[in-house]
């Protein structure tokens, strides 16, 4: 059984539409981030959530994206508007715990948008 | 801005035959992760270091972090077509917050 898992897998969408990736850590860690990797490029951090709240967040974390863990399991990225340059793998991945901040990652979500 | 520059970006060679990853930054970083991510599916952690100087052996896999902590190298003795994939180099910058090399892509031939 996985311990991050998310969905969906693929998803595509039309530029400026709303897109909501989910993550299901199965843990009781309270760290949780997401990733993105645009295709052929480095894996980017977007934002860190911990104790349900926004820790750290980088430049692309803009106002289009916000995070949330509403019932407490699921964790989710929305992208209020998508553009084109969203495309992009997303990871959510969770801390181990174990000594040095070392992450679990899931397996991604394929965003496309056209 | 921190950057990690992973080297080489590819990397094609004989079974058998040993290799090495580099990642070179001017920063200096708490840790240092490497990963390995196959298509379609996300990293996976393959060894921290932590602590300058520091050597960590995985099987096959030597690992090695810089003194001064601002670099790392990956070793793979008689590589195996199995140990294809994309190996990431990450150093830890905040809580969790981690800068990846571009990665080097990694095929074995038998």
């Known amino acids: 059984e996985p311990e991050v898992t998310q969905t969906p897998s693929h998803q595509v969408t039309q530029m400026g539409q709303e897109v909501i990736l989910r993550c299901v850590p199965i843990?009781?860690?309270?760290?949780f981030y997401w990733y993105r990797q645009i295709l052929g490029q480095k894996v980017e951090f977007l934002v860190s959530?911990?104790?349900?709240?926004?820790?750290?967040k980088s430049e692309i974390f803009d106002d289009q994206f916000s995070v949330e863990r509403p019932d407490g399991s699921n964790f989710t990225l929305k992208i209020r508007s998508t553009k084109l340059e969203d495309s992009a793998m997303y990871f959510c991945?969770?801390?181990?715990?174990?000594?040095?901040?070392?992450?679990?990652f899931g397996a991604g979500s394929r965003l496309t948008v056209l | 801005t921190q950057l990690l520059e992973q080297s080489p970006q590819f990397l094609s060679i004989q079974e058998g035959e040993n290799l090495t990853v580099y990642c070179n930054s001017s920063?200096?970083?708490?840790?240092l992760q490497w990963y390995r991510q196959e298509p379609g599916e996300g990293p996976v952690l393959l060894v921290t270091?932590?602590?300058?100087?520091e050597v960590k052996k995985l099987k096959r896999l030597t690992f090695q972090f810089g003194d001064a902590r601002k670099d790392s190298s990956l070793h793979i003795t008689a590589a195996q077509p199995g140990d294809k994939g994309l190996y990431l180099c990450?150093?830890?910058?905040?809580?969790?917050?981690?800068?990846f090399g571009k990665g080097t892509k990694l095929s074995v031939k038998p």
């Open positions: 959530f911990y104790n349900n709240e926004i820790s750290e």
């Open positions: 843990s009781n860690h309270l760290y």
């Open positions: 990450a150093g830890e910058v905040g809580q969790g917050n981690l800068i």
């Open positions: 270091v932590v602590t300058g100087g």
């Open positions: 991945a969770r801390n181990t715990g174990a000594g040095a901040n070392v992450l679990t």
């Open positions: 920063s200096v970083f708490s840790s």
